[in-house]
Nanobody, 127 residues
Framework: QVQLVESGGGLVQAGGSLRLSCAAS????????MGWFRQAPGKEREFVGA????????NYADPLKGRFAISTDNSKNTVYLEMNSLKPEDTAVYYC????????????????????WGRGTQVTVSS
């Protein structure tokens, strides 16, 4: 079992930055890859980016490349999502999720392959 808890969401003005954290616990955490997803009001949940905990390989949704960055602090079992130049359309509930690391290179963007999910944290970007 892996437990995930997101934090760091809030209200920010357009153009601002925000860093989300995902604290993880569980005996199998080290063998997982971590993904970030988001769901805006009235829209389906979408892939933001993902990272392997061993090696730090990353993959991002194309529209978000250059603005969003994912990193890890394995000593703290925490994954971060740094969001810059935020836009009102980035408003969403942001979720972190964990998948088996063997799935990362083919399926990191496929939310159906993620076994564990956090409850999400709200990010609101005002114009």
């Amino acid at each position: 079992q892996v437990q995930l808890v997101e934090s760091g969401g809030g209200l920010v003005q357009a153009g601002g930055s925000l860093r989300l954290s995902c604290a993880a616990s569980g005996p199998t955490f080290g063998s997982m890859a971590m993904g970030w997803f988001r769901q805006a009001p009235g829209k389906e949940r979408e892939f933001v980016g993902a990272i392997t905990l061993r090696g730090g390989s990353t993959n991002y949704a194309d529209p978000l490349k250059g603005r969003f960055a994912i990193s890890t602090d394995n000593s703290k079992n925490t994954v971060y999502l740094e969001m810059n130049s935020l836009k009102p359309e980035d408003t969403a509930v942001y979720y972190c999720a964990a998948q088996r690391s063997a799935l990362f290179y083919r399926y990191s963007g496929n939310q159906a392959t993620y076994e564990y999910w956090g409850r999400g944290t709200q990010v609101t970007v005002s114009s």
